[in-house]
C-alpha cells in the first residue's frame, strides 16, 4: 500500500495519470481497459481532470469499458441522484466512450439476486477490472460495504446504516428521509479482484477512516481495512485526511525518494 500526501489539484493529476497510463496501455496492444468508477464527492476533481485531458491532450474514452461501484435503490431512472446519472453528468457525457460500455448496477431488477450474480459476471468477462477509483467513509465503509460487511462479500443488496445516510443527505436537500435505505453495492472480495485500487480521501472527516484503512487491524468495523491485503494499493489523501497517520513522516520521505521510473 502506497499512502501520498498532497493537495486536491496534486491529488486529481495522480489519479489521473494511473488511468490514463492504463488506458493507453492497453490501447498500444489493440486491447481495452477496463476502469471502475465511483461517486461521491471525492473522484469528481479526478474526472474533471480527466475530461480536460480528453478535450485538451486527446485522451480517448472509446473502447474503454466501465463498471460502477454501486447503486441507490428506490430512486426513479430518471432521478439525477442516481449514481448512474451522477456518472452519465459528471464524467460519460463529457467524453467519448462508446454507448454501452459504462455498466450499472439494476436496481429496479425484479430478480436482485440474479442482477447481482449477472453484475459479477460481466466483470469477468469483461477481464477484470484495470484501475479501480475508490472514495471511502467517514465509518470506513467502500463502496456501500457498511462495517459488519463480510471482507470476501460479493455484489449484494446492503441496508445502509443512519451515519451513511445522514453523510448522504447533502445530496438530497439536507432531507435524511429522502436518502434510501437500500443499495446495490459491489462486495469487498469482489473490489478485491481489481488490478489496481486508487482510493482518494479528503478532508479531515476521513481522517479516522484513513488511519484504521493503513494502520490499523484488519476488521469488519473498518472494511476498508481489507485492503491491506491487496497487492496494488494507492491510497491519495489530502492534509486533512492525513491529520491521524502516525506515519505521516515516512509516507512524504518515502514518495519524494521514490525512483522516477517506478509510478504508482
Not at 461517486?39 to 472509446?62: K, N, Q
Not at 453523510?167 to 428521509?177: E, L, Q, S, T, Y
Amino acid at each position: 500500500m502506497e499512502v501520498v500526501i498532497g493537495d486536491g489539484a496534486e491529488i486529481a493529476r495522480l489519479a489521473a495519470d494511473v488511468i490514463e497510463e492504463r488506458v493507453r496501455a492497453r490501447a498500444a496492444i489493440g486491447s481495452r481497459a477496463v476502469l471502475g468508477l465511483a461517486t461521491g464527492s471525492s473522484p469528481l476533481a479526478v474526472y474533471d481532470e480527466l475530461v480536460r485531458r480528453h478535450h485538451e491532450e486527446g485522451l480517448s474514452f472509446a473502447g474503454v469499458e466501465a463498471f460502477m461501484l454501486d447503486e441507490y435503490i428506490g430512486l426513479e431512472e430518471d432521478d439525477p441522484r442516481s449514481y448512474r446519472n451522477v456518472i452519465e453528468q459528471e464524467l460519460v457525457s463529457r467524453v467519448d466512450f462508446t454507448p454501452g460500455d459504462v455498466h450499472g448496477l439494476d436496481s429496479h431488477a425484479e430478480d436482485i439476486p440474479a442482477a447481482c450474480t449477472a453484475y459479477e459476471m460481466a466483470i469477468v468477462a469483461a477481464g477484470g477490472v484495470d484501475v479501480q477509483l475508490l472514495g471511502i467513509g467517514a465509518d470506513g465503509h467502500v463502496a456501500f460495504n457498511e462495517p459488519g460487511s463480510s471482507l470476501a462479500s460479493r455484489t449484494r443488496l446492503k441496508t445502509l446504516t443512519a451515519g451513511t445516510r445522514a453523510d448522504n443527505a447533502r445530496f438530497f436537500d439536507g432531507d435524511v428521509d429522502a436518502v434510501p435505505r437500500h443499495c446495490l453495492t459491489q462486495g469487498l472480495g469482489t473490489i478485491m479482484q481489481a488490478r489496481h485500487l486508487v482510493l482518494v480521501a479528503l478532508g479531515r472527516a476521513k481522517s479516522e477512516a484513513v488511519h484504521q484503512l493503513v494502520e490499523g487491524p484488519v476488521s469488519v468495523l473498518w472494511p476498508a481495512t481489507v485492503l491491506q491485503h491487496h497487492p496494488h494499493v494507492t491510497v491519495l489523501v489530502d492534509e486533512g485526511a492525513a491529520s491521524r497517520l502516525q506515519l505521516a513522516p515516512y509516507y512524504r520521505e518515502a514518495f519524494a525518494e521514490k525512483p522516477s521510473w517506478q509510478g504508482l
